[in-house]
């Protein structure tokens, strides 16, 4: 069964700090995603990863970085987390097999920056 | 314009009803097209995907394109209360790589029982 984890379900942390997100999947999946999502303004995609030690910026990388040392693994990193980023994050991945592959979604983390 | 967009709702249907979603987007050379369902505090999961013009069903569920009209709607037959969530249009377009898709804001359904 297709399987997507995420480190935390909630988060809390103090403006200025730094934060990791943990995602890993066990799919042998080529592509993950980050996203996040907040209210009124839908899934906003900050990074993904194509491969080991590739990434590419999304729509909103600003605050952002991402890491994948192992296929199975795509960390992201707010180097010093601000109020505005408090917000829902998902993590996908998909197979790579095209444009019609299905994102399977972890189950999120919800971050409080305070 | 925004890339992909859904009316907000919230949309709110009688249990039995049909319930319909739309869904326009803006990059006409767009390829494939889904539905995801989200509940509230889970993450999305697919219902339906498209990729040609016309109808597709599966199930209560018929994904229903028109390339022409770059427009994509949802219809759920004999709407469920399990099936209030907030549904999201995805696009993947015609210049994405790697999987990349688009999402739009979601619609919010309510099935009043």
């Known amino acids: 069964d297709v399987k997507v984890t995420q480190s935390s379900r909630y988060l809390v942390k103090r403006t200025g700090e730094k934060v990791f997100l943990e995602c890993v999947q066990d799919?042998?999946?080529?592509?993950m995603f980050w996203y996040r999502q907040d209210p009124g303004l839908g899934l906003r995609l900050i990074y993904f990863?194509?491969?080991?030690?590739?990434?590419e910026k999304g729509d909103i990388p600003e605050g952002y970085s991402v890491s994948r040392e192992k296929k199975e693994r795509f960390s992201l990193i707010l180097e010093s987390a601000s109020t505005n980023q408090t917000s829902m994050y998902l993590c996908?991945?998909?197979?790579?097999?095209?444009?019609?592959?299905?994102?399977?979604f972890g189950p999120g983390t919800r971050l409080l920056v305070l | 314009q925004k890339e992909v967009e859904q009316n907000s709702g919230p949309l709110s249907v009688p249990e039995g009803a049909i319930a319909s979603l739309n869904c326009t987007y803006s990059?006409?050379?767009?390829?494939?097209f889904f539905w995801y369902r989200q509940y509230s505090g889970k993450s999305p999961e697919l219902i339906m995907s498209?990729?040609?013009?016309g109808d597709k069903e599966d199930g209560r569920f018929t994904a229903q394109l028109n390339k022409a009209s770059q427009y994509v709607s949802l219809l759920i037959r004999d709407s469920q209360p399990s099936d209030s969530a907030t549904y999201l249009c995805?696009?993947?377009?015609?210049?994405?790589?790697?999987?990349?898709?688009?999402f739009g804001p979601g619609t919010s359904l309510s099935v009043i029982p």
């Open positions: 996908a991945s998909t197979s790579g097999g095209g444009p019609w592959e299905t994102q399977y």
């Open positions: 799919m042998d999946h080529e592509n």
């Open positions: 990863s194509y491969d080991v030690k590739m990434k």
């Open positions: 990059d006409r050379g767009s390829q494939s």
């Open positions: 498209i990729y040609s013009n």
């Open positions: 995805a696009v993947n377009g015609a210049m994405a790589s790697y999987d990349k898709v688009i």
